[in-house]
């Protein structure tokens, strides 16, 4: 790739950017909680159900 594009494309993606309000902040935050706690539940949970089919035996 050509430097000097790759320096125009960042730049210009700055420019645009803009930084978040309040609310769209917090809406990201609970999403990206929500999915921790979610994929943590799921390991949770194999992890227990094969914890308990392995004592079980």
Same mark, same amino acid.
């Given at each position: 790739?050509?430097?000097?594009? !790759?320096?125009?494309?960042?730049?210009? !993606?700055?420019?645009?950017?803009?930084?978040?309000?309040?609310?769209?902040?917090?809406?990201?935050?609970?999403?990206?909680? !929500?999915?921790?706690?979610?994929?943590?539940?799921?390991?949770?949970?194999?992890?227990?159900?094969?914890?308990?089919?392995?004592?079980?035996?």
């Amino acid at each position: 790739m050509n430097p000097k594009q !790759t320096l125009k494309n960042m730049s210009n !993606t700055m420019k645009m950017a803009k930084k978040p309000d309040k609310d769209e902040y917090t809406q990201h935050l609970r999403l990206v909680i !929500t999915g921790i706690l979610g994929v943590g539940a799921i390991g949770f949970t194999i992890q227990f159900v094969f914890s308990v089919v392995t004592f079980g035996r």
